[in-house]
């Protein structure tokens, strides 16, 4: 567990990650981690503000973190935070080409609703009317003997 000490420090940075449906608190004390894990989190923010699930990588992340203050002597964190950040690297040059998709996915779709009662105005009654026709044309029709 965190100790109170650490909590309090000057040098902490706390960052909340909302991925999803969760909230992650991410704890991280003053060592040359810091700039590190704040380009990250800022990297993460970026790639959720374009509508990544981040969930799976803000969970490494807040492992690592939790392993770090378990043993802080322990100097393999910072070479996992780097190749966290090189997974988020690959990623923000997809971000841009995914939002244009999602953003132009989302206007068509509210001009398609937009402009759909005007195309079924025009369309239903034609279609009505052809089918009608259509299906009653070798219909014969008789006099009427009185």
Not at 4 to 32: P, Y
Not at 37 to 56: A, H, M, P, Q, T
Not at 59 to 88: C, K
């Amino acid at each position: 567990m965190l100790h109170i000490s650490r909590i309090l420090s000057a040098f902490m940075i706390a960052a909340i990650l909302i991925s999803g449906d969760r909230i992650i608190f991410l704890l991280v004390s003053g060592d040359m981690i810091d700039d590190e894990v704040s380009s990250v989190l800022k990297d993460l923010e970026y790639l959720y503000s374009r509508g990544f699930d981040i969930g799976n990588l803000s969970r490494r992340i807040n492992d690592i973190i939790w392993d770090m203050d378990r043993d802080p002597g322990n100097a393999t964190y910072i070479i996992r935070i780097r190749e966290i950040h090189s997974e988020i690297i690959s990623l923000k040059d997809e971000a841009e080409r995914l939002y244009i998709i999602n953003i132009v996915i989302r206007y068509s779709a509210a001009a398609f609703i937009g402009v759909l009662p005007a195309i079924i105005y025009y369309l239903l009654p034609r279609i009505y009317l052809y089918i009608w026709f259509h299906t009653r044309r070798g219909w014969v029709v008789r006099r009427r003997s009185r």
